[in-house]
């Protein structure tokens, strides 16, 4: 099956669904909650899932652990392979750098408890200066 891609000007489709053929998202229902939670902007408005997207439209995107900020290239009815959805739209270069150095933040920030394994032993409690002293 081949995904028919338009990037005419007048070209439209609702955002929800756009979302979803970009691969935004894993089902078109979390593109809508994102949406109607306000974690979806179109041209920096808060916008409702039946809103349509066009080319040229900036979007930014949200899904709670990663942001994206986007041109809209083209517009797809319909989810497709990966390579046709990268297709649809051009990452800004603002949003590639923040993403970078938050990625390069996570790399570098150790969590506390990453070296703790489980329930502390009695003498782990010990030298944290709890019991039996």
Avoid at 85 to 97: G, H, R, V
Avoid at 109 to 123: C, D, L, N, Y
Wanted: with cysteine; net charge positive.
């Amino acid at each position: 099956m081949t995904v028919k891609v338009d990037d005419s000007p007048h070209a439209a489709t609702r955002i929800d669904k756009w979302l979803w053929a970009a691969r935004f998202f894993k089902t078109r229902s979390l593109a809508t909650q994102a949406v109607d939670r306000g974690r979806v902007l179109c041209n920096e408005a808060r916008v409702k899932p039946a809103r349509d997207v066009r080319p040229g439209d900036v979007v930014s995107v949200d899904n709670g652990s990663t942001r994206w900020e986007v041109r809209v290239k083209a517009i797809a009815e319909v989810r497709g392979s990966a390579p046709v959805a990268q297709s649809l739209y051009e990452e800004t270069e603002a949003s590639i750098q923040a993403r970078a150095d938050e990625s390069e933040r996570r790399r570098l920030f150790q969590e506390p408890a990453a070296q703790m394994h489980g329930r502390p032993t009695k003498r782990d409690r010990r030298r944290l200066g709890g019991v039996g002293e």
